[in-house]
């Protein structure tokens, strides 16, 4: 992609923004919309919209930028929560400065995010602001937060892969599926429980064109376990799949209040229980013979 077209796919503000952990200033980089960037593709059955690249501006990835990452101490978060920080979420994040820096050193030694992000920039800023909502406390619901960071950076770490095939991209986004499976089902736990809620969330994605909100939540956790879940204990496996399958049942429990819901996400959350119903089943019948 030449420079041309990078340039007029996204701007940066004006006004620079101040890094509270470390205090560098930077600017930060958003998508423009309109005039044919973003042409609709598919839905995937994680709730992601692909994007057909157009001929102006070729391949579009709108996910590498919700993340604000400082060029200079690699401090990341939404913009919600980037300047809205506490003293002692601060401190632990300015005491882990260097142990974040190296990490994404081993993955990405060059990054510039100071010029138009790539994928690579955009697949580093979810695992950054991972290691970051670390430190957040429980009312800005870091645990979803991850969770979604972790699939957004599952599919970015894939759409590398297939840019770059023989770089290992496609491990790391194994890894962050399995790390979206583990945030998902926690936040969901956390949420019944009522140690962390995730109401105050303008926008649940998973990705950024439509908000599945909290049942889009609850069918993101039953899919990654299905998919992504530990297989090699068969008896611990039916239990998390017997698990998922409960999450499941409640985005259709109230009976007539699943009439308001979108139809593609109850069609896809038929299909998974469908299917998770068939693996127990099946394993059942190998169990008795
Ligand atoms: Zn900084």
Same mark, same amino acid.
């Given at each position: 992609?030449?420079?041309?077209? %990078? ?36 839905? %995937? ?188 204990? %068969?008896?611990?496996?039916? %239990? ?50």
């Amino acid at each position: 992609m030449s420079d041309v077209e %990078t340039s007029s796919l996204s701007f940066f503000s004006k006004k620079p923004t101040a890094c509270p952990i470390c205090e560098a200033n930077f600017y930060k980089e958003d998508l423009r919309t309109g005039r044919g960037r973003l042409i609709a593709g598919d839905l %995937t059955e994680e709730l992601r919209r692909l994007y057909e690249p157009s001929k102006k501006y070729g391949a579009v990835y709108p996910l590498i930028y919700p993340v604000m990452v400082c060029p200079k101490c690699y401090y990341a978060a939404y913009p919600m929560d980037f300047s809205e920080i506490q003293e002692p979420t601060k401190n632990k994040i300015e005491e882990d400065t260097d142990r974040r820096i190296s990490s994404i050193q081993l993955i990405f030694p060059e990054l510039e995010f100071e010029q138009h992000r790539t994928l690579k920039e955009g697949a580093a800023s979810y695992f950054l602001a991972i290691m970051c909502y670390d430190f957040f406390p429980p009312e800005k619901s870091p645990t979803i937060k991850r969770a979604i960071s972790a699939l957004r950076g599952a599919w970015l770490f894939n759409d590398l892969d297939q840019n770059f095939p023989l770089e290992n991209y496609d491990y790391l986004s194994k890894l962050f599926y399995r790390k979206a499976r583990f945030f998902y089902i926690l936040s969901v736990e956390y949420e019944q429980s009522g140690k962390e809620g995730m109401a105050s969330i303008p926008n649940l994605g998973p990705d950024l064109d439509k908000n599945y909100g909290y049942d889009g939540v609850l069918y993101l956790s039953a899919y990654l376990e299905y998919k992504y879940g530990p297989r090699k204990d %068969t008896e611990m496996r039916k %239990t998390y799949l017997n698990n998922a399958k409960r999450t499941l049942s409640r985005i259709f429990g109230m009976g007539k209040a699943s009439k308001n819901k979108p139809s593609i996400l109850l069609d896809l959350a038929r299909d998974v229980r469908t299917k998770i119903t068939e693996e127990i089943e099946e394993e059942g019948e190998n169990g008795s013979t």
